[in-house]
């Protein structure tokens, strides 16, 4: 039986060993790895680029105050980048299973179709949902296109959910039942975040507050977007730190719909303003990466 | 001499509902290609795995037949040296030479036999977009962004032609004679030859037969009693390349959870078939069919069953949450839930529906439904499995004591779900989902938002299509121009939601449909009740004849400009066949009057003899005006008396 830190131990040597820059997780709250600018801003433009890091991934409405054996407010992902996307990426991933010790041949895999598609951040891609023995272990997909840009190469992301991989390996029940390090569990290292976070996001955000720092990120990413066109010299212009506040945005509305505030019909309007600040990095970020035109 | 081929286009997995269609696409670009080449056609096999698009043809011929081409040069009026030239020029000796009439006129030439070209070549030179040709619903490009496109990446290419590889190339792949196995069990390269190929799949645990892995699951799922499921079988059988099913178990106080929730578990989230036992009740087991061949440690049963644990324990969380608030409390809710960003809310919908429910007479409990149905809405389970809302309400309905009728009503309300699917089973339950469907309809087109071409984002056409279901089939006596208001762009997409029901689902003919609906559609029950008696009286021997009399009736009549107002004067009209016609018009009159409509138009049709008759012997447009007058007053007076069942001039006949 494998620790949970061990997973992640091999998962990052079996990647690094295959051309990955083994990152850290991003220090912005994010929703998924995808929006790691590892992978939002790299997967763009023609340089070849391989990375792999954990991204702890923060769902304000999956919070089940703790509850619930299966699902988390933040969960962690293996997030892996291929940048193009090698002919045998398949059987490299289904190794790297191998590599944390399920034998494959005494399980059943199968690839179901599923498409990913984030509306704030103008991606979408085509891929599977990986299933070991009737579990989602894994999403594969081949990005199309990012940031409304259609990818010059398609990368291969590879998202391992990793508690529930862990907990498929030490056929535990529950997600905080996994053992975490020797001795530790998953509770014992992050209920806590489970209770608390549910309680500020379902019953004490306060929600004119949020709306205000919405806008004031909002505000920032667009000031910096219509100075970046102007700039006299644009290799130095801050369009990473323009990002983080893209990533702010985006955050800020998974809080404000957990916490029942935006109606549906609002909701398209939002995720429209994110989007036209994610989009509008990613224009220039190519622009920038092309030494600025 | 004929050879056998080959073509296995090796993928990574393709959606499994794509792969039927790409089948029978691939099959028919193929013989185009045949066709096009003038290449013999011959029998043509398509098979698919996950991971492979197979075409194998039976006999293909080496090579093209010669063809004679005529090839012409100058004009038979030309000087020997230009004709000498063009011989020169086309390499053949000059009296090789002919003169050869053309359509255009006499000219100097030969015939010259193109030799066929080889299959093989042919085959490697279109096969590339051939491939690439493949419709799929939706696509992706792999290599980069000028790369081709195709369902999933291309991995390998199988061409055969007999003993030899058909060679070309699709984005970086070239195609030879190693196929590859199942991705666990399997090689990763195995070579293949024609004759061979399906066994050295098979060896290599790869069934390449759709049938055969679909009798494989389908008998080990019922030697493990698993409850049949077409659907979900087929699903499956494009999923596996050698598909092995298990039987698992859960713990039987899940069964306290609606079979309903179990089932859309099972079936929709985790593509198991469920297991009943011999009184038909949901039993706590489950068959799971595995894409390898055995679990001789049970490993992978004991995973499903821990998925299936988890997700178990999900809906039951999700239906204790739900019960610490009731459906009654839960109305005001729907304020925040939109419905339409131009139509206001649920809490907005569910009171027009209440107030339209009553309107079309719903009881007490009709109204009490339409008042909960959507309170569902507000619910973590149907947050969770949409493809409960209704059935959800409903259950929880149930839970919280609600009256039976009430219960159902909810539970049923989105039905029918498609023309297969049956209406609510009360009239409580018809009422909620017609004014549910109608409200959709009416306030869709207010608003401007009408379907157009394939584009129908709020489903209107099927919306509009199960109300005209409900209507018929509950028998609903209820006037549609009131249902509909005014707007006569949703009059016409009505009529045609209902011209369609009645042809397409029920099979009735498109002559008989206009001539029912040509004397109104208000009621659709009694349209039903019409139809049935027309098509009944249709095949007698006097029907059509007559029919084919009220054509020229109304034809004259629309000739003569004749606008009706005045009944024919009995003492004008001439004794012989025209008194008599009017004698047994009224007679026909009588009979039909207050029978049922079969019965009616039998009587109707029984007036035949007598208008053959008038026809044969009697001028209408007599000399005497005053006596056309009266002929024609006779004449439009049958045809609106007899008119009120259906409108006969739109029956095609054959005379």
């Keep these: 039986m494998d620790l949970y830190q061990n997973v992640v131990f091999k998962l990052k040597n079996y990647w690094g060993e295959r051309g990955c820059v083994i990152q850290e997780p991003y220090d912005v709250e994010v929703g998924a790895g995808t929006m790691a600018p590892e992978t939002f801003l790299r997967v763009l433009g023609p340089q070849p680029y391989r990375v792999a890091y954990v991204q702890p991934s923060r769902r304000p409405a999956d919070g089940r105050y703790g509850e619930n054996p299966n699902r988390l407010y933040k969960h962690q992902q293996l997030q892996v980048i291929l940048k193009p996307s090698p002919n045998d990426v398949i059987e490299q991933y289904l190794e790297s299973l191998e590599a944390i010790g399920i034998d494959l041949r005494q399980h059943d895999i199968k690839f179901e179709e599923d498409n990913w598609e984030s509306p704030t951040l103008g991606a979408w891609g085509i891929g599977w949902q990986v299933m070991l023995d009737g579990l989602e272990i894994t999403q594969f997909t081949y990005f199309q296109q990012c940031g409304g840009i259609d990818l010059d190469l398609v990368p291969a992301e590879l998202t391992y959910g990793l508690e529930r991989l862990t907990a498929f390996l030490q056929a535990k029940d529950s997600v905080y039942d996994i053992e975490w390090a020797p001795g530790v569990s998953h509770a014992a290292v992050r209920f806590q975040d489970e209770l608390q976070y549910s309680v500020y996001n379902f019953e004490m955000a306060n929600v004119d507050a949020l709306w205000k720092l919405f806008d004031l990120h909002e505000s920032e990413a667009q000031r910096l977007l219509g100075l970046y066109p102007k700039a006299a010299d644009k290799r130095r212009f801050p369009l990473l730190p323009t990002y983080d506040h893209v990533l702010k945005c985006s955050h800020l509305f998974n809080t404000l719909d957990s916490r029942g505030a935006i109606s549906v019909t609002e909701r398209v309007g939002v995720i429209a303003r994110v989007r036209k600040v994610a989009v509008g990095v990613a224009q220039a970020w190519v622009d920038q990466q092309q030494g600025g035109r | ?655």
Excluded at chain 2, 180 to 194: E, F
Excluded at chain 2, 566 to 578: H, I, K, M, N, T
């Design chain 2, 1 to 655: 001499m004929s050879l056998p081929f080959l073509l296995e286009i090796g993928a990574e997995e393709i959606p499994d509902w794509m792969i039927p269609g790409a089948l029978e696409n691939l099959r028919a670009l193929f013989t185009g290609l045949l066709d096009e080449n003038k290449l013999a056609r011959t029998h043509l096999r398509v098979d698919a795995t996950p991971r492979r698009l197979v075409l194998r043809a039976e006999g293909l011929p080496p090579r093209q037949a010669d063809a004679q081409e005529l090839v012409t040069g100058p004009p038979k009026s030309a000087q020997p040296s230009a004709v000498e030239g063009f011989a020169r020029k086309q390499g053949v000796a000059p009296e090789a030479l002919s003169v050869q009439a053309t359509a255009k006129g006499e000219y100097w030439g030969f015939v010259k036999t193109v030799p066929g070209r080889e299959t093989r070549q042919i085959l490697a030179e279109a096969l590339p977009g051939l491939i690439l040709k493949i419709y799929f619903p939706k696509t992706m490009y792999w290599t980069g962004r000028t790369g081709p496109r195709f369902i999933r990446p291309i991995r390998w290419l199988v061409a055969l032609l007999g003993g030899q590889v058909t060679p070309f190339e699709i984005a970086g792949v070239r195609s030879g004679n190693l196929s590859s196995g199942h991705r666990r069990l399997g090689a990763g390269r195995v070579p293949v030859t024609t004759e061979s190929y399906a066994e050295a799949l098979r060896a290599n645990f790869v069934i390449l037969s759709a049938e055969e892995r679909r009798e494989k699951i389908r008998n080990e799922s019922a030697a493990l009693g698993a409850k049949p499921d077409p659907g979900l079988l087929e699903t499956l059988v494009y999923i596996t390349e050698y598909p092995t099913a298990i039987r698992g178990d859960f713990d039987p106080q899940f069964l306290s959870l609606p079979e309903e929730v179990l089932v859309t578990v099972m079936k929709h989230h985790q593509k198991y078939f469920s297991v009943v036992d011999p009184e038909g009740c949901l039993a706590p087991h489950f068959v799971a069919v595995m894409n390898t061949s055995a679990d001789p440690e049970g490993l992978v049963r004991r995973g499903n069953e821990r998925v299936l644990r988890a997700r178990f324990n999900d809906a039951r969380f999700f239906w204790d949450t739900d019960q610490h608030k009731k459906l009654a409390d839960r109305v005001t809710d729907l304020a925040h839930v939109t419905f339409q960003a131009k139509l206001g809310n649920y809490l907005q919908k569910t009171e027009r529906m209440e107030e339209l429910v009553r309107r079309l007479g719903g009881d007490a409990h009709a109204q009490r439904a339409a008042r909960l149905c959507k309170c569902d809405l507000t619910c973590e389970l149907v947050k969770e499995f949409t493809e409960l809302q209704g059935v959800v309400g409903g259950l929880y309905a149930r839970a919280q004591d609600e009256p039976e009728e009430v219960t159902l009503a909810i539970y049923d309300h989105y039905k029918p779900a498609g023309m297969e699917d049956s209406i609510p089973r009360t009239r409580a339950g018809q009422l909620v989902s017609l004014a549910d469907k109608l409200d959709t309809l009416t306030g869709c087109f207010a608003v401007g938002m009408m379907p157009t071409g394939s584009r129908d984002p709020f489903a209107l056409r099927r919306s509009a299509q199960g109300a005209v279901k409900i209507l018929v089939e509950g028998r609903l006596d209820l006037a549609v121009p009131e249902l509909l208001g005014g707007d006569q762009s949703l009059r016409d997409f009505f009529e045609d939601r209902v011209r369609y029901y009645f042809k397409d689902i029920r099979g009735f003919k498109y002559d008989e449909i206009n001539a029912v609906l040509a004397c109104g559609w208000d009621n659709l029950a009694d349209v039903e009740s019409r139809l049935n008696a027309l098509q009944q009286v249709r095949p007698t021997a006097n029907f059509e004849p007559l029919a084919a009399s009220f054509k020229r009736i109304k034809n004259i009549l629309t000739q003569a400009q004749f606008e009706g107002g005045v009944a024919a004067d009995p003492s004008r009209l001439e004794p012989g066949p025209e008194s008599e016609l009017h004698a047994a018009s009224m007679t026909v009159k009588q009979l039909a009057s207050g029978r049922p409509y079969r019965e009616a138009l039998e009587a109707i049709a029984s007036l035949r003899p007598k208008v053959d008759l008038f026809f044969d012997k009697v001028l209408v447009n007599a000399p005497d005006p005053a006596v056309r007058q009266n002929r024609l007053a006779l004449l439009h007076g049958i045809l609106t008396e007899f008119s009120s069942i259906a409108d006969f001039s739109e029956i095609v006949t054959n005379t």
